[in-house]
């Protein structure tokens, strides 16, 4: 049995390595690494490439805003203006009290919703009901809270206002 490492098969194959590697690392230095960029995808080129779609230009809303200073875009006055928002909640407030009783809730919520409408009104009418539903609570504790809600609505709608 021959023990002894072949070592000069192994330098020849790893010299054969080396001029392998130093021929393609030339060819690497040859080309100086010129690397292909993949172009950047606009709302353009995509309507381009798609199946029977034909270029379009952008829409206005989709072009960059350009950083100029002292520019102020447009301001939209298609929406409501915020001082209408308390108009809009009394609408809703006058819409939403005849319909409660008609509501379809847990005691609990339909307390908390005249609560709501009677905090939100200052209508002492709503006193009667909301006090209905505070009894219609099963929870005691919660019942317990829902009178002293009742009771606090009534002092404060029965201090005169100064």
Same mark, same amino acid.
């Given at each position: 049995?021959?023990?002894?490492?072949? &070592?000069?098969? =192994?330098?020849? !194959? #790893?010299? +054969?390595?080396? *001029?392998?590697? %130093?021929?393609?690392?030339?060819?690497?230095?040859?080309?100086?690494?010129?690397?292909?960029?993949?172009?950047?995808?606009?709302?353009?080129?995509?309507?381009?490439?798609?199946?029977?779609?034909?270029?379009?230009?952008?829409?206005?809303?989709?072009?960059?805003?350009?950083?100029?200073?002292?520019?102020?875009?447009?301001?939209? &006055?298609?929406? =409501?203006?915020? !001082? #209408?928002? +308390?108009?809009? *909640?009394?609408? %809703?407030?006058?819409?939403?009290?005849?319909?409660?009783?008609?509501?379809?809730?847990?005691?609990?919520?339909?307390?908390?919703?005249?609560?709501?409408?009677?905090?939100?009104?200052?209508?002492?009418?709503?006193?009667?009901?909301?006090?209905?539903?505070?009894?219609?609570?099963?929870?005691?504790?919660?019942?317990?809270?829902?009178?002293?809600?009742?009771?606090?609505?009534?002092?404060?709608?029965?201090?005169?206002? %100064?």
């Amino acid at each position: 049995m021959d023990i002894q490492p072949q &070592t000069t098969q =192994a330098l020849s !194959d #790893d010299q +054969e390595l080396a *001029k392998v590697l %130093a021929g393609v690392s030339q060819q690497v230095d040859d080309k100086a690494l010129d690397f292909e960029e993949t172009p950047v995808a606009t709302p353009a080129s995509v309507a381009a490439a798609a199946p029977g779609g034909a270029p379009e230009e952008p829409a206005e809303a989709d072009l960059p805003t350009p950083a100029i200073p002292g520019y102020e875009p447009p301001v939209d &006055t298609s929406v =409501a203006p915020t !001082d #209408d928002l +308390e108009g809009i *909640k009394k609408e %809703a407030l006058g819409e939403l009290r005849p319909l409660v009783d008609k509501l379809d809730l847990a005691p609990e919520e339909k307390f908390d919703t005249y609560l709501l409408l009677l905090r939100s009104t200052d209508d002492k009418a709503l006193i009667p009901p909301a006090y209905a539903a505070a009894q219609s609570i099963t929870d005691e504790s919660r019942k317990a809270q829902a009178l002293l809600d009742v009771i606090k609505e009534i002092d404060y709608l029965s201090t005169p206002k %100064a």
